[in-house]
T-cell receptor
Framework: AQTVTQSQPEMSVQEAETVTLSCTYDTSESNYYLFWYKQPPSRQMILVIRQEAYKQQNATENRFSVNFQKAAKSFSLKISDSQLGDTAMYFCAFIPNSGNTPLVFGKGTRLSVIA | GAGVSQSPRYKVTKRGQDVALRCDPISGHVSLYWYRQALGQGPEFLTYFNYEAQQDKSGLPNDRFSAERPEGSISTLTIQRTEQRDSAMYRC??????????????FGEGSRLTVL
């Protein structure tokens, strides 16, 4: 079974600073996808960034980037130039490429951006 | 529709009553997922469908929970004889393809269930 672990229940960062959220996962699959979702106070689920396991290059979306280390099964999210609007719950998620198992989420990290 | 639509957005019911939660996925999306999310927790998988076929229901907590998607589009999650511990946000998501990793999972705004 696949598991996703987020070891930081809460984090805070000063506005304009950089913060890194940790995520590790456990799987026997060789090809899979990893995601970071953001859930602001409105409780929507918003896809932030996606990484395909067979791609060695780390994904980047504007201020958001990942550090994907396949051997270590680690998938951290770096937020640069943090903004007040980044305040949210952040969930790491995993799905194998087989398509026959569901997306598995971690328990989340609550990020607070402080002015 | 433009996005995944869920109804009702809020449901308050008394313990022992049955509830039905509806999900209308994005038109043409093959896969439909149901998740449950308690406050401050990550979404917990319940069940999912490819077209009308229920592929995995291993996440349903017990036999009071059931789901269907008879025509491969709209899905209903039914909870019979509700209990207070069923109180949570119930989220539906859909994806264009069966291999949902290659495509994005689109979430609805959820149905918040409160059992008194």
């Amino acid at each position: 079974a696949q598991t996703v672990t987020q070891s930081q229940p809460e984090m805070s960062v000063q506005e304009a600073e950089t913060v890194t959220l940790s995520c590790t996962y456990d799987t026997s699959e060789s090809n899979y996808y990893l995601f970071w979702y953001k859930q602001p106070p409105s409780r929507q689920m918003i896809l932030v960034i996606r990484q395909e396991a067979y791609k060695q290059q780390n994904a980047t979306e504007n201020r958001f980037s990942v550090n994907f280390q396949k051997a270590a099964k680690s998938f951290s999210l770096k937020i640069s130039d943090s903004q007040l609007g980044d305040t949210a719950m952040y969930f790491c998620a995993f799905i194998p490429n087989s398509g026959n198992t569901p997306l598995v989420f971690g328990k989340g990290t609550r990020l607070s951006v402080i002015a | 529709g433009a996005g995944v639509s869920q109804s009702p957005r809020y449901k308050v019911t008394k313990r022992g009553q049955d509830v039905a939660l509806r999900c209308d996925p994005i038109s043409g999306h093959v896969s439909l997922y149901w998740y449950r999310q308690a406050l401050g927790q990550g979404p917990e998988f319940l069940t999912y469908f490819n077209y009308e076929a229920q592929q995995d229901k291993s996440g349903l907590p017990n036999d009071r929970f059931s789901a269907e998607r008879p025509e491969g589009s709209i899905s209903t999650l039914t909870i019979q004889r509700t209990e207070q511990r069923d109180s949570a946000m119930y989220r539906c998501a859909s994806s264009l393809t069966q291999t949902s990793g290659s495509g994005e999972l689109f979430f609805g705004e959820g149905s918040r269930l409160t059992v008194l």
